[in-house]
Structure formats: structure tokens, C-alpha cells
């Protein structure tokens, strides 16, 4: 146990799960009891978004509370062929410099070298494979220290399922054979094409073929794909497990502030999409729950609807518990008061996600952007037919009608695109030639 009336920090996050991939959420096709045991326990944040859809733009997101295009890094790049601007403020850093030990094990995939600590702030950086995660975390959790700790911890399953529908090996370690097809989950509702698709995503599936499940795949293979999902998610689940029970073991259960996460999406099969990237709901909404056991008043399986950005939110809460200073214009806000209370009024009206394509390390100009606000959903891309879309998100959760030439939708069409075009404007974006050039 530490000295210091601080709690730890402990960040758990997994990639590429979907927010609906947890029992807890409603999910009869797989046991999550890891995070359910969270959820039980906190507060699940089911509204929450990433900043964009792929892993090392959202890693950095998270990391320094700004827009992957905003330091640098849209897209996929590799550490040695491009890394986040000069002077950005990383999560770890600014905790560390309020005086906690920070640790990381598991998967980097940063834009940064690992070896710049004096960037990034971390003192003790393990990257290793999923295999070595409880062995390496009981230690981390196991040494006597007089600070507390900020440890994050990142998993990488169940990113498998990319493997898995390429037909490769499997980066942690194969499943066995799927069962017949009759007992692999069934396909979801919005397992066609919505009307008015944006045509950029049919046409990144047919550039890709050794990527993207072809669209006319018979539907056996695609419900083999969401078998493996499942699986992974649940091996996954698996090492949360584990690390929860280490945390326990070495008493630091009730002193510690767990923030469990994924850094995107993946499509599983809705809209006959794997991957992620795209701007569907399946790509972009993530898990998120927090347990806070110092709290004057623990909530327990509470679930709160607040509009979250996972890659702008997590820095100033991480800082808030931290006692960190948080660094001027910054966009996010601590989700701690949500945590604390369940009358929180600063509840934003809007969260944007960014997207682009190409190649795994090279973008091929075609991107993409929406706003999620309460009840809608607006996305526009910056070519191809049909580049906007309008949904409603309480009456078509599965995104299959575009109401984008309804008349009685113009209002907020005009709404969602201008609360874009603010953004853009604020943030330096790019989000091509106006609609109808």
C-alpha cells in the first residue's frame, strides 16, 4: 500500500471490442464475468466513443486528449515512419510529474518510440504478447512502493478477429475449430447494406480483398467470423480477470480507480463490414466503465447515458483523480463528476469521430466524419456517392435508413452539419469539397 491518500489508477483497455461485445451489455453470445464484475461494481458509460477507428490514431488520442489529425498521426503509421508532433502533453507524463510511479505492459502500437520516456513519462514500459500479461502484471502489482501507481494495461485481443478473417494465424495463439454453423451466433439484424450507403465503403471492401470478408461471402463464413469475435472477446475478458484478481491479492482493490476501454470497434458483420474504420456504430462505440471504490457514494451497475469521447475524456480524468494539472485547450472534460453523482449537468451535446483509409500504413485520401449527438447520428464523407448520412439513432439502432432527402429532417441535417463544420473550423480539419461539388 502506498503513502499517499491518492488512489491508484488502473487503465485496462482492450482492441478493437465493440461496445455491445460484454455480457453486461446485453450480449447473449459470449461471458464477459471480468467486466461484468466491473460494471457491477462502477459505473458503464454506455454512449461512449472513440476519436477514430483505428488503433494507433486512437491510442494517441487517448494519450495526449487530442484529435488524431490534431498531433499528427490520422492514420496507421508506423514508429518508424511517423510519429505524433513535438510538445504534445502525454497522459503518463503529466501524471508522473504529479508524482505517481506509471507503468504499462502490454501491446504499445503509440506514436511514439517507446524509448522516449522523457516524452511519454513512462517509467516501467513492458511490451509483450497477451500470453505474458498476468505473470508480468502480478508483478508490476506486487512491488512495495511509497507512491501510488498509474498503470495502464492493454490487451490485444480480441484484434484477433482481423486474423481470423484474412484466414491467418492467429498474433495470440489460435482458436481451435469453430462448431457447426448452426451453433455460431446468428447474424445480426442490420446484416444488409443500409439504403443510401455511402459508396466508399463498398468501394474500400472491393480495394482490399485480403482484408474485408467479401460482401457476397456466403453467410456461413460470416457467422463463423462473429463465432471467433465472441471467442477472442472472451479470451480477452479472460486476462481482465486475472489482473483483477491480482489487484486483489495484493491489496490494492479498494484503493485503486479501475477505467476499463477498447480503442475501437470492429464491425461484426452489421452491414456486412469486419474491420473497423468505418464510421458504423459497431466501429466506433466502445465500452467504457469506470470503479471508483474512494468514491463518498459508490455507484454500483449504474449505467449513464452522458455522450463521451474516449480519445478526449479519459486524459482529464485520469488527471482529476491524479490531482494532475490538466494542460490548457484541451477539448475533454473529467468523467469523474459523472462518477460521483448521478445528476452531473455538464453533459456535452455532441462527440465527433474522424476516419480514414488505405492501406495498413498509408492513407489513400478517402475520409470520413460524424457527429453523434443524442438522438441522431450525421456522417459525411469527402467523396463517392451518398456522402451523407442522417440517422436516427432511437428508432433505427441499426442505422438502415438515411434520412437525409426527408424534408422534415432538414433542421437537423443543417444542425448536426454545422455543429461539423464548427469543429472543423476549431480543430484545423479537412472534410473535403462541400456537399454537391
Known amino acids: 500500500m502506498n503513502h499517499d491518500s491518492r488512489p ?39 454512449r461512449a466513443y472513440c476519436a477514430q477507428p483505428l488503433c494507433v490514431p486512437s491510442r494517441g488520442a487517448m494519450s495526449t486528449g487530442r ?19 513535438d510538445g504534445l502533453d502525454w497522459v503518463a507524463r503529466l501524471i508522473a510529474d504529479a508524482g505517481y510511479d506509471t507503468g504499462y505492459i ?7 518510440a517507446k524509448d522516449r520516456a522523457d516524452v511519454h513519462g513512462i517509467h516501467d514500459l513492458q ?14 502489482l506486487a512491488q512495495r512502493r511509497d507512491r501510488p501507481f498509474f498503470l495502464t494495461v492493454s490487451i490485444l485481443d480480441p484484434h484477433d478477429c482481423c486474423e481470423y478473417a484474412r484466414g491467418a494465424d492467429l498474433l495470440g495463439g489460435n482458436l481451435p475449430e469453430p462448431p457447426p454453423v448452426e451453433d455460431c451466433p446468428e447474424l445480426p439484424p442490420n446484416f444488409a447494406a443500409p439504403d443510401g450507403e455511402p459508396s466508399v465503403l463498398a468501394d474500400e471492401q472491393a480495394a482490399r480483398p485480403g482484408v474485408y470478408i467479401n460482401r457476397s461471402s456466403d453467410t456461413d463464413r460470416w457467422r463463423r467470423y462473429c463465432w471467433a469475435y465472441a471467442r477472442l472477446t472472451e479470451r480477452a475478458d479472460g486476462y481482465v480477470s486475472r489482473l483483477l484478481h491480482s489487484l486483489e491479492a495484493h491489496g490494492h482493490r479498494d484503493h485503486t480507480v479501475v477505467v476499463f476501454a477498447s480503442d475501437h470497434g470492429d464491425g461484426n458483420a452489421a452491414h456486412r463490414w469486419n474491420q473497423k474504420q468505418a464510421l458504423y456504430n459497431e466501429s466506433i462505440h466502445v465500452p467504457l466503465i469506470v470503479v471508483d471504490p474512494t468514491a463518498p457514494t459508490t455507484p454500483t451497475r449504474r449505467v449513464e447515458s452522458a455522450l463521451v469521447s474516449t480519445g478526449l475524456d479519459l486524459l482529464p480524468t485520469f488527471c482529476d483523480y491524479a490531482n494532475a494539472t490538466v494542460p490548457e485547450g484541451l ?32 492513407p489513400n485520401g478517402a475520409r470520413g466524419h460524424a457527429v453523434v449527438s443524442d438522438r441522431f447520428k450525421y456522417t459525411l464523407y469527402n467523396r463517392g456517392e451518398n456522402r451523407q448520412q442522417l440517422i436516427d439513432l432511437h428508432n433505427d439502432p441499426g442505422e438502415m435508413h438515411n434520412l437525409v432527402d426527408l424534408p422534415e429532417h ?17 480543430t484545423d480539419a479537412d472534410l473535403g469539397p462541400p456537399v454537391g461539388d
Open 8 to 46: 491508484n489508477i488502473l487503465f485496462v483497455f482492450t482492441d478493437q471490442q465493440w461496445a455491445g461485445m460484454m455480457s453486461c451489455a446485453g450480449n447473449r453470445d459470449l461471458a464477459t464475468p471480468g467486466m461484468d464484475s466491473l460494471a457491477a461494481r462502477g459505473t458503464r458509460f454506455d
Open 127 to 140: 511490451e509483450c504478447p497477451d500470453l505474458e500479461l498476468p505473470r508480468r502484471c502480478d508483478a508490476y
Open 331 to 362: 477539448a475533454g472534460r473529467s468523467l469523474r463528476p459523472f462518477v460521483d453523482s448521478e445528476d452531473a449537468a455538464d453533459r456535452r451535446d455532441h462527440v465527433v469521430i474522424e476516419t480514414g483509409f488505405g492501406t495498413h500504413s498509408h
Open 106 to 112: 502490454g501491446k504499445w502500437h503509440q506514436p511514439l
Open 67 to 85: 484529435y488524431p489529425h490534431e498531433i499528427g498521426i490520422p492514420f496507421n503509421f508506423h514508429a518508424h515512419e511517423r510519429q505524433a508532433r
Open 410 to 426: 432538414a433542421d437537423t441535417l443543417r444542425r448536426h452539419a454545422a455543429w461539423l463544420d464548427d469543429w472543423a473550423k476549431e
